[in-house]
């Protein structure tokens, strides 16, 4: 691919000489990524999607958040950024990713509380990934939208204004914002959190959230999840807060799907993901402890 080559070409003389040809990576849905060796040394190459704004993405955010986690041991190090292309080299990890079942493993779940609490208390970003005003500007870019989204979005606004944003917990932190279960992999035995480029200022809980609704948590998980991030057992509001974020992950991971629909050249089927998250949003929607949760969060 003459984009891949030229891209080698240009990493080349600060990294040393390419051996071999690069390995496409599977699972790439917003770009392309590729294993290579260069130098002596493996490492990953992701060629990022252009114009990528729509989805919430700042590059250069990316790269500052993608470095600090590494500096923070909770990413793998970064060892080029070519911010004009747009292109992430970082090491490659050995130990392989992780599936769902080892995400919620306890020695797995009380390392990724903590690597999240890290993160959570480094210093600011630069760009904000304010996933409610997200959702919002996304509608007029969306393929389609199913009948049930007018009454999505009201929850979503009855959600936000429960977890208040005056409230201590729910001030914005740098958080990941895309804790899918591809992107946790082992280094050795230590977990590491990979794909930063929705990185950026959020709620802490929709980091929360998301990790327990796209690895599979039952509750058990959760009571566990919040233990190891808060060091103490969790209170009966920040366990609504996690169940509120939940149905908010899965409102941006649908409408992420209805815009990529227009928008994506990857061979990907959006329009099912678009389905299967709107779907289980609608599923969740229906849990009569909805108007429980909301009510013991907006009560504290």
Known sequence: MPELDAIIARLEPELGGLEGRPEPLDGGITNRNYRLRL?????????????????????????????????EKIAPPVVA??????????RW???????????????????IARLLRRLHDCPALPSSF?????????????????????????????IEAALAPTHPEHEHVPC??????????????????????????NDR??????????NGFGPADE????????????????????SLMRLVSDLREAMWGAVQQGRSTIDFDYAAYAVEHFG????????????????????A
């Open 223 to 242: 009571r566990a999840l919040l233990e190891a991030y808060w060091g103490a057992p969790p209170t009966e509001r920040q366990t609504a807060a996690l």
């Open 176 to 201: 990941h914002n895309d804790l899918l279960t591809a992107n946790f992999v082992l280094d050795g035995r230590r977990v590491c959190i990979v794909d930063w480029e929705y990185a950026g200022m």
């Open 130 to 158: 304010d996933v409610f005003r997200l959702v919002e500007g996304q509608r007029e870019l969306a393929v389609s939208l199913p009948e049930s989204y007018d009454r999505v979005m009201g929850l979503a606004g009855r």
């Open 205 to 214: 809980y929709f980091d929360l959230g998301n990790l327990a609704v796209n």
């Open 39 to 71: 130098g002596g040394e493996d490492l990953v190459l992701r060629i990022c999607d252009r114009g990528a704004e729509v989805l919430g993405i700042d590059r250069t955010t990316e790269e500052i958040a993608s470095r600090r986690a590494a500096a």
């Open 280 to 299: 289980r949003l609608e599923q969740a929607a229906a849990d009569p402890r909805v108007e429980e949760w909301l009510a013991v969060a907006a009560a």
């Open 93 to 111: 990890l050995p130990g392989g990713g992780l599936t769902p079942e080892e995400v919620r493993a306890p020695g797995n779940l009380v390392q």
């Open 81 to 90: 950024f070519l911010a004009d292309v747009p292109a992430l080299v970082t």
